[in-house]
C-alpha cells in the first residue's frame, strides 16, 4: 500500500534556505506534488513532478525526484516568515486515481 | 488559476442535526471531486471520490449512509454530514481534479470547520 513520510518539523532563519523532505513507497506513483497549508485554511498548490523527471525548478522552489530512492525534496530559496506553513507532499497513481499524502512537515522561519 | 471555493466556511451545531457543505469548481469543471477531512495536527484523510453523475466511492471506514455525496454538476459538490455527533467535527476539505494536456492536478477549497455541540 502507499505510505508516504515527511519530517515533522523544521526551523530556519530568514534568508536561509528550507529543504523538505518526503519518501513515499508506491513506485507507480506518476505524479508527486508539494501543497502549502497555512493555518485554518486549505491547501495551495505550490508545484509538482511528473515521476519521469528528476528535477524542477519554479521561481524561488526546487523540487528534487529521486525515483530510485523514492525520495522527495522540496527547496525554498531565500525562505521568508510567509513561508511559514505546514507543507504537504503527495504522491498520484493513475491506478488507485487518489492522492495519498504525507503526514505534513511544519515550517517554522524565526528572524 | 484553478478555484475552488467551500461554504460554508465554518459551522457550528447540535448534535443530531444535519449539515451540508458545498464544494465549487468556480472557473473550470470537474468531473471528479474529492472530500478530505483533517484532525488537528494531522495530515488529510481521504474519505471519498466524488464522480459527477454517479455513486460516490468510498474509502474504507467512511459510512457512506453519514457522509452523503452528491456530485450534481460539473462544478458542485456536496458533503452532508447526516445526524452529526461531536467526533464529527474536523476540518473538511474538497479538492477538484483539472484535467489538461500537460496535467492532472487536484486544487483544494479553503475547507470548512465543523464543530458538533
Known amino acids: 500500500g502507499e505510505d508516504v513520510e515527511q519530517s515533522l518539523f523544521l526551523s530556519v532563519r530568514e534568508g536561509d534556505s528550507s529543504v523538505i523532505n518526503c519518501t513515499y513507497t508506491d513506485s507507480s506513483s506518476t505524479y508527486l506534488y508539494w501543497y502549502k497549508q497555512e493555518p485554518g485554511a486549505g491547501l495551495q498548490l505550490l508545484t509538482y513532478i511528473f515521476s519521469n523527471m528528476d528535477m524542477k525548478q519554479d521561481q524561488r522552489l526546487t523540487v528534487l525526484l529521486n525515483k530510485k530512492d523514492k525520495h522527495l525534496s522540496l527547496r525554498i530559496a531565500d525562505t521568508q516568515t510567509g513561508d511559514s506553513a505546514i507543507y504537504f507532499c503527495a504522491e498520484y497513481t493513475g491506478t488507485a486515481s487518489k492522492l495519498t499524502f504525507g503526514t505534513g512537515t511544519r515550517l517554522q522561519v524565526t528572524l | 488559476g484553478a478555484v475552488v471555493s467551500q461554504h460554508p466556511s465554518w459551522v457550528i451545531c447540535k448534535s443530531g442535526t444535519s449539515v451540508k457543505i458545498e464544494c465549487r469548481s468556480l472557473?473550470?469543471?470537474?468531473?471528479?471531486m474529492f472530500w478530505y477531512r483533517q484532525f488537528p495536527k494531522q495530515s488529510l484523510m481521504l474519505m471519498a471520490t466524488s464522480n459527477e453523475g454517479s455513486k460516490a466511492t468510498y474509502e474504507q471506514g467512511v459510512e457512506k449512509d453519514k457522509f452523503l455525496i452528491n456530485h450534481a454538476s460539473l462544478t458542485l459538490s456536496t458533503l452532508t454530514v447526516t445526524s452529526a455527533h461531536p467526533e464529527d467535527s474536523s476540518f473538511y476539505i474538497c479538492s477538484a481534479n483539472r484535467i489538461s494536456e500537460s496535467s492532472d492536478t487536484q486544487y483544494f477549497g479553503p475547507g470548512t470547520r465543523l464543530t458538533v455541540l
Open positions: 472557473d473550470f469543471q470537474a468531473t471528479t
